[in-house]
């Protein structure tokens, strides 16, 4: 087979095909582990050099702002209003939300996701990658960012008991950026949607299948919707166990799942045999134990049972289970992409 782009590569893989090779790329690459195989080199070069199919944009390392509070302790308030800590990771963790009550929605301004700066990066990385890497616009999903910058998990989940109005209120504020941001994005030239934020734990979803349906799938429906009209692949993350709600994510059109949590015991064999012909699968070798302490040939060893049990016939793109964070062992990351080359040609042979 002619050698594709990473791009072609990606898109052959979530369309249920089989690419040339089955293709990777990751949420994120923390610094550490980049500058452990190329010190100092920039993101871009990293990924060049890596031979990575797809780079990602996200929203809130990139596209957010933020003013600090206390610079010593790295708590800042996000662009929505909810007060964050940074740890040693690219991600905060969230510690206030914005609303204090439910009256403060009647006065609250969101933020403007027309800004130009928001959008500096990707058309840099348009003008450097398009149509040689898969350009993916990353965002926060309604549901995370309710629970997280607005609410507070306890009076997220409580109100969709007890004040159900109040979270549709605030799912349509967020929406509405979301949109927004979205279109300016695929304008600027970003080739598909990767939407971020989990719905489950290792022991299942968040609320029950009736509630994720009733709240979590309309909003997510809708950027799906959009995506669509605009000829644009939209894959989705969570980690966690989500036997129970897989129907409704792939019920709502969703191209991809990513990361077919290991640790939650998701098996990605089990869920290529049931859902394969339905959804691309992006996972799942272990970033919790094997790409941390394992040893390079466990790495070896993990990527190709991955690719045996979920890439014949296309519709895998295999990826770490949920980023490489910083305690990834940087030989073992080179480790992980040379198997996937090695074992990732098509046509599969595992002799």
């Known amino acids: 087979m002619q050698k594709l782009t990473g791009l072609e590569r990606m898109l052959k893989a979530i369309s249920l095909q089989e690419p040339d090779v089955v293709p990777t790329c990751e949420t994120l690459h923390h610094q550490k582990v980049r500058d452990g195989i190329l010190p100092?080199?920039?993101?871009?070069?990293?990924?060049?050099?890596?031979?990575?199919?797809?780079?990602?944009?996200?929203?809130?390392?990139?596209?957010?702002?933020?003013?600090?509070?206390?610079?010593?302790?790295?708590?800042?308030?996000?662009?929505?209003?909810?007060?964050?800590?940074?740890?040693?990771?690219?991600?905060?963790?969230?510690?206030?939300p914005a609303l204090k009550s439910a009256r403060d929605i009647d006065t609250y301004v969101p933020p403007d996701p027309d800004l130009s700066w928001r959008y500096e990066k990707l058309e840099e990385w348009v003008k450097r990658f398009k149509g040689e890497k898969a350009i993916i616009a990353q965002v926060t999903d309604v549901v995370t960012l309710a629970k997280d910058s607005f609410l507070g998990d306890?009076?997220?989940?409580?109100?969709?008991?007890?004040?159900?109005?109040?979270?549709?209120?605030?799912?349509?504020?967020?929406?509405?950026?979301?949109?927004?941001?979205?279109?300016?994005?695929?304008?600027?030239?970003?080739?598909?949607?990767?939407?971020?934020?989990?719905?489950a734990f290792a022991q299942g979803p968040m609320v029950s299948p009736a509630l994720t349906k009733r709240f979590m799938i309309p909003t997510f429906q809708r950027i799906i919707e959009y995506c669509h009209i605009r000829g644009i692949p939209c894959l989705k993350h969570t980690d966690?166990?989500?036997?129970?709600?897989?129907?409704?994510?792939?019920?709502?059109?969703?191209?991809?799942?990513?990361?077919?949590?290991?640790?939650?015991?998701?098996?990605?064999?089990?869920?290529?045999?049931?859902?394969?012909?339905?959804?691309?699968?992006?996972?799942?070798?272990?970033?919790g134990r094997v790409l941390v302490w394992g040893s390079e040939e466990e790495v070896r060893e993990e990527v190709r049972s991955c690719i045996q049990k979920a890439g014949t016939g296309g519709g895998l793109v295999c990826t770490s289970s949920n980023s490489i964070h910083s305690a990834v062992k940087p030989n073992n990351y080179i480790a992980m992409i040379k198997a996937i080359k090695e074992y990732g040609q098509y046509p599969l042979h595992f002799d």
């Open 40 to 96: 100092g080199a920039s993101y871009e070069y990293f990924i060049e050099f890596m031979d990575i199919d797809g780079i990602m944009l996200i929203d809130k390392t990139t596209t957010w702002s933020y003013e600090s509070l206390n610079a010593s302790k790295k708590i800042v308030r996000d662009q929505w209003g909810g007060i964050v800590r940074f740890t040693s990771e690219d991600l905060g963790h969230p510690i206030e």
């Open 154 to 199: 306890a009076e997220y989940f409580k109100g969709m008991l007890r004040n159900p109005d109040l979270i549709d209120r605030v799912h349509e504020i967020v929406l509405n950026y979301i949109l927004r941001y979205l279109k300016n994005c695929l304008d600027t030239g970003a080739d598909m949607v990767f939407i971020g934020g989990d719905w």
């Open 240 to 287: 966690g166990n989500i036997w129970t709600i897989f129907d409704l994510m792939i019920e709502a059109g969703v191209d991809a799942i990513h990361p077919i949590d290991p640790e939650a015991g998701m098996d990605i064999g089990d869920v290529k045999a049931k859902y394969g012909d339905r959804v691309c699968l992006m996972g799942n070798i272990d970033c």
